[in-house]
């Protein structure tokens, strides 16, 4: 073979490899770490297993939480004004977590219709609002 | 009087940067040497200009001139005065001054620094780079004015800065990472200019090598202190989020690597030639976007600050213009020329090859990650989904080792074809004993055992060894070796230590939230943490509670102070962790919440060999800006 087309050949080969390489890791990560976002009024309509991770979040209710003083466990409830729903994280939350803030909540469903959350995040200053509770307030304008 | 002055300015500069952006390509098209002009004025002048515009805004800082909307947006009466110089580039309109600044700073050193033959190319290099300038200086006068006023009645105090940048990291963290950004611009103009006048391969990229490395060293030190800012600052003990905005200077940050090594390729051997023109293009490409991510507000991130849909589409703009007019040029021009050089696989040409195909496969599928959330939601119509970390590790990981597999032997390859392998065997040999030594010291050390962490410890060894072994074929003259070898040997080395730092880090790391009264203790490991006291602190423009804990262990005991901040006016509250570190070893606490009296919840954890990631990221910035300063004093 020709020493300029061998060498491209290494390339292309080089590329191709490279690429599905990329295309297999990035389909496969994506279907297992794509996590969808509901609002409580979301949850009550659709039908979510309990086997997968989901995002949810509102507005923490005022007078809604409450503490274990003992264990670090926590239960709130966010609201999207239309619909609640009740949070148990066992945990530190964050400093920015507060009553009438926008939260994100990450974790699984349960069947009784309340949410173990992994992860609390309460992000920015005090007048952030996650964009996906901004969304629902906005549209209910 | 002087805000004015600084918009003054910033006109001046824009209308400065439009003309000298435009002319010089009159006069080429026309050949009409009338239309020529002198670089090297113009720059200073433009470097003057913004610089006045600059300082006119840290002044209004620093006199608290609240009638300037901006600082009273970022400042107030409260904040120590090195907080107010800082808080000028806080948000997005002072950052754009900053940014335009860096862009100036870059154009005045490759002017006055590069000595050029052809009046002509360095003429269209500089004026390409002025276009992009005028576009910025659009968008900041357009729809980003810092100097826009509050009158007629101007409010008595500021709303103060983000109590979390208040803090001396984040003074220099802005201003490295901007620089590096904005560095890209050079290689970017020079490509484009290299195509306008079908400059050979090897002369554009001599001229562009040191300028991809400098800009890498900025942004290197500006991600590793970014990240060294939110270990301490945040009080999550986290490192790397992969926030989108964290990505989007990591994906520029492997591009300009990809960059500086396909130029050393395209010097030498004037091969990659258009390969390295494209990479320049989305070099700067992709850290205009970053720009375009964090200012429009359309992805959520803590960095987020202008939630601005109209400015999110002019950086768009600016950057459709760019790459769309960047790749009209490429696609006109001439690339017939056929490349002489050949190679084998076993050649340090095809290992540069490998090595920006990975880097740049990387890139695009960290950046598909980041803005995959924006295409889903477009494509189901507003259903929103986030694509956490587990994503971009589960990327990360195999390509961190393929690199790092080729980084360990790279080094040891020829141009053309490598004939001789021994000191590949010698490595191959080393290793395997490494490999054993490592599992025993593996278990004895942390007592546990996983793949990850075996596979990234040895990769880090591999990589070391692969770097090192080189200095053995310089045995006469270390000084002449080392003159000429230690930025390579800097750069690699720190990748190795910093590939270690992340390896032991994201294995070995212990986590706790525990309950503590006051007085009590709890044993974490070896380590005997008491809780013992709780004072209440005023700060210069803050309350906080500040708990005083001791660690201790068999050798010795230590104190660290942990707070819960409350900043006023604001209210915000932030969390300060107490930190007593080592080389070994980071003992991370931060306050978590009152529970009852004198009872409060803490985060406790210990991070191995955390100081590693930095220590290594400031070698391979040291190592890239040493040899950006060589390329510079070569050509």
Same mark, same amino acid.
């Given at each position: 073979?020709?020493?300029?087309r061998?060498?491209r050949?290494?390339a292309?080969i080089a590329?191709?490899?490279?690429?599905?390489?990329?295309?297999?890791?990035?389909t496969?990560?994506?279907?297992?770490?794509m996590?969808?976002?509901?609002?409580?009024?979301e949850?009550k309509?659709?039908?979510?297993?309990?086997?997968?991770?989901?995002?949810?979040g509102?507005?923490?209710?005022?007078?809604?939480?409450?503490?274990?003083?003992?264990?670090l466990?926590v239960?709130?409830t966010v609201?999207?004004y239309?619909?609640?729903?009740?949070i148990?994280?066992?945990?530190?939350?964050?400093?920015?977590?507060?009553?009438?803030?926008?939260?994100?909540v990450?974790?699984?469903?349960?069947?009784?219709?309340?949410?173990?959350?992994?992860?609390?995040?309460?992000?920015?200053?005090?007048?952030?609002?996650?964009?996906?509770?901004a969304?629902?307030?906005?549209?209910?304008? | 009087?002087?805000?004015?002055?600084g918009?003054?300015a910033?006109?001046?500069?824009?209308?400065?940067?439009?003309?000298?952006?435009?002319i010089?390509?009159f006069?080429?098209y026309?050949?009409n040497?009338?239309l020529?002009?002198?670089c090297?004025?113009?720059s200073?002048?433009?470097?003057?200009l913004?610089s006045?515009?600059f300082?006119?805004l840290?002044y209004?800082f620093?006199?608290d001139?609240?009638?300037?909307?901006?600082v009273?947006?970022n400042?107030?009466l409260?904040?120590?005065?090195y907080?107010?110089?800082?808080?000028?580039?806080?948000a997005?309109?002072g950052?754009?001054?900053?940014?335009?600044f860096?862009?100036?700073?870059w154009?005045?050193g490759f002017?006055?620094?590069?000595?050029?033959?052809? #009046?002509s190319?360095?003429?269209?290099t500089?004026?390409?780079a002025?276009?992009?300038?005028?576009?910025?200086?659009?968008f900041?006068?357009?729809?980003?004015?810092?100097?826009e006023?509050?009158?007629?009645?101007?409010p008595?105090?500021?709303?103060?800065?983000?109590?979390s940048?208040?803090?001396?990291?984040?003074?220099?963290?802005?201003?490295?990472l901007?620089?590096?950004?904005?560095?890209?611009?050079?290689?970017?103009?020079?490509?484009?200019s290299?195509?306008?006048?079908?400059?050979?391969t090897?002369?554009?990229?001599?001229?562009?090598?040191?300028?991809?490395?400098?800009?890498?060293s900025?942004?290197?030190?500006?991600?590793?202190?970014?990240?060294?800012?939110?270990?301490?600052e !945040?009080g999550?003990?986290?490192?790397?989020?992969?926030?989108?905005?964290e990505?989007?200077?990591?994906?520029p940050?492997?591009?300009?690597?990809?960059?500086f090594h396909?130029?050393?390729?395209?010097?030498?051997?004037?091969?990659?030639?258009?390969?390295?023109v494209?990479?320049?293009?989305?070099?700067?490409?992709?850290?205009?976007?970053?720009?375009? !991510?964090?200012r429009?507000?359309i992805l959520?991130?803590?960095h987020?600050f202008?939630l601005?849909?109209?400015?999110g589409l002019?950086?768009?703009?600016?950057?459709?213009?760019?790459?769309?007019?960047?790749?009209?040029?490429?696609?006109l021009r001439?690339?017939?020329?056929?490349?002489?050089?050949?190679? #084998?696989?076993t050649?340090k040409?095809?290992?540069f090859?490998l090595?920006?195909?990975?880097?740049?496969?990387?890139?695009?599928?960290?950046?598909?990650?980041?803005?995959?959330?924006?295409?889903y939601?477009?494509?189901?119509?507003?259903?929103?989904?986030?694509v956490?970390a587990?994503?971009f590790?589960?990327?990360?990981?195999?390509?961190?080792i393929l690199?790092?597999?080729?980084q360990?032997?790279?080094?040891y390859?020829?141009?053309?074809?490598?004939?001789?392998?021994?000191?590949?065997?010698?490595?191959?040999?080393?290793?395997?004993?490494i490999?054993?030594?490592?599992?025993?010291?593996i278990?004895?050390?942390?007592?546990?055992?996983?793949?990850?962490?075996f596979?990234t410890?040895?990769?880090?060894?591999?990589?070391?060894?692969?770097?090192?072994?080189?200095?053995?074929?310089?045995k006469?003259?270390?000084?002449e070796?080392?003159?000429?070898r230690?930025?390579?040997i800097?750069?690699h080395?720190?990748?190795?230590?910093?590939?270690l730092?992340?390896?032991v880090?994201?294995?070995?790391?212990?986590?706790?939230e525990?309950?503590? #009264?006051?007085?009590?203790?709890?044993?974490?490991?070896? *380590?005997?943490i008491?809780?013992?006291?709780?004072?209440?602190?005023?700060?210069?423009?803050?309350?906080?509670?500040?708990? *005083?804990?001791?660690?201790?262990?068999?050798?010795?005991?230590?104190?660290?102070?942990?707070?819960?901040?409350?900043?006023?006016?604001s209210?915000?509250?932030t969390t300060?962790?107490?930190?007593?570190?080592?080389?070994?070893?980071?003992?991370?606490?931060? !306050?978590?919440?009152?529970?009852?009296?004198?009872i409060?919840?803490? *985060?406790?954890q210990?991070?191995?060999?955390?100081?590693?990631?930095?220590f290594?990221?400031?070698?391979?910035?040291l190592?890239?800006?040493?040899?950006?300063?060589?390329?510079?004093?070569?050509?």
């Amino acid at each position: 073979m020709n020493p300029l087309r061998k060498q491209r050949l290494y390339a292309l080969i080089a590329i191709l490899l490279g690429s599905i390489l990329a295309t297999f890791l990035v389909t496969s990560a994506l279907s297992e770490n794509m996590n969808l976002f509901y609002s409580p009024t979301e949850i009550k309509n659709a039908e979510i297993s309990e086997d997968i991770l989901i995002r949810a979040g509102g507005m923490v209710k005022e007078g809604s939480i409450n503490r274990d003083i003992n264990t670090l466990e926590v239960t709130f409830t966010v609201t999207d004004y239309q619909n609640e729903l009740e949070i148990s994280y066992i945990g530190i939350l964050p400093d920015l977590f507060a009553e009438n803030a926008g939260v994100v909540v990450r974790g699984r469903l349960n069947k009784d219709g309340s949410f173990d959350a992994l992860e609390v995040l309460a992000k920015h200053d005090e007048n952030y609002m996650p964009p996906e509770i901004a969304n629902l307030l906005s549209e209910e304008e | 009087m002087i805000p004015e002055v600084g918009h003054l300015a910033l006109i001046a500069h824009l209308v400065l940067c439009f003309f000298a952006g435009i002319i010089p390509l009159f006069g080429i098209y026309f050949r009409n040497q009338a239309l020529y002009f002198s670089c090297k004025r113009i720059s200073l002048l433009l470097f003057s200009l913004v610089s006045l515009s600059f300082l006119c805004l840290v002044y209004s800082f620093l006199i608290d001139d609240f009638s300037v909307a901006y600082v009273a947006q970022n400042s107030n009466l409260n904040l120590p005065f090195y907080f107010k110089f800082a808080a000028t580039w806080g948000a997005h309109e002072g950052s754009l001054i900053l940014w335009i600044f860096a862009m100036n700073a870059w154009l005045l050193g490759f002017i006055y620094l590069t000595k050029s033959d052809d #009046e002509s190319f360095s003429l269209v290099t500089f004026s390409i780079a002025c276009q992009v300038m005028f576009a910025f200086s659009l968008f900041t006068l357009f729809t980003s004015n810092p100097f826009e006023r509050i009158l007629p009645i101007p409010p008595i105090n500021g709303a103060d800065l983000n109590p979390s940048l208040q803090d001396i990291a984040f003074t220099v963290h802005p201003p490295l990472l901007y620089f590096g950004y904005s560095g890209l611009l050079i290689p970017f103009a020079i490509a484009v200019s290299a195509m306008i006048f079908q400059k050979e391969t090897k002369e554009w990229a001599a001229s562009a090598r040191p300028w991809a490395l400098l800009s890498c060293s900025f942004l290197t030190l500006g991600i590793a202190l970014g990240s060294w800012w939110a270990y301490y600052e !945040l009080g999550w003990g986290g490192w790397w989020f992969w926030d989108p905005v964290e990505n989007a200077a990591f994906v520029p940050w492997l591009l300009s690597v990809a960059l500086f090594h396909s130029l050393i390729t395209s010097q030498t051997k004037g091969l990659f030639g258009k390969w390295s023109v494209l990479l320049s293009i989305f070099a700067f490409a992709t850290s205009l976007l970053g720009t375009f !991510l964090v200012r429009s507000g359309i992805l959520t991130s803590v960095h987020a600050f202008a939630l601005d849909p109209e400015r999110g589409l002019f950086i768009l703009g600016i950057l459709a213009f760019f790459i769309i007019g960047s790749l009209g040029i490429y696609s006109l021009r001439d690339f017939s020329k056929p490349t002489t050089e050949k190679y #084998e696989v076993t050649s340090k040409e095809f290992g540069f090859l490998l090595n920006n195909l990975l880097l740049v496969i990387l890139a695009v599928a960290i950046l598909f990650g980041t803005i995959f959330p924006l295409i889903y939601e477009a494509i189901t119509d507003g259903r929103q989904i986030s694509v956490g970390a587990p994503y971009f590790e589960a990327i990360l990981f195999p390509f961190a080792i393929l690199l790092g597999i080729l980084q360990g032997f790279a080094l040891y390859l020829s141009w053309g074809s490598t004939k001789s392998f021994t000191f590949l065997q010698r490595i191959l040999i080393e290793s395997v004993s490494i490999f054993t030594l490592l599992i025993i010291f593996i278990y004895v050390v942390f007592s546990s055992f996983n793949f990850s962490s075996f596979i990234t410890i040895f990769l880090s060894v591999w990589i070391a060894m692969g770097t090192l072994q080189i200095t053995q074929r310089f045995k006469s003259n270390y000084w002449e070796f080392l003159r000429r070898r230690a930025a390579v040997i800097f750069a690699h080395v720190g990748m190795a230590i910093l590939v270690l730092g992340v390896a032991v880090v994201s294995n070995y790391s212990i986590e706790r939230e525990i309950i503590l #009264e006051k007085g009590d203790s709890y044993l974490l490991e070896d *380590k005997q943490i008491t809780f013992n006291s709780m004072e209440d602190k005023l700060g210069p423009n803050y309350v906080s509670k500040l708990a *005083k804990i001791t660690f201790m262990d068999q050798s010795s005991d230590h104190e660290v102070i942990t707070e819960k901040r409350t900043y006023f006016p604001s209210g915000q509250p932030t969390t300060e962790a107490g930190i007593s570190s080592n080389v070994v070893r980071d003992l991370y606490i931060s !306050l978590g919440d009152n529970l009852q009296t004198d009872i409060w919840s803490f *985060k406790v954890q210990i991070k191995p060999f955390i100081r590693w990631i930095w220590f290594g990221s400031i070698m391979i910035a040291l190592g890239t800006l040493i040899a950006g300063i060589k390329q510079i004093r070569r050509s």
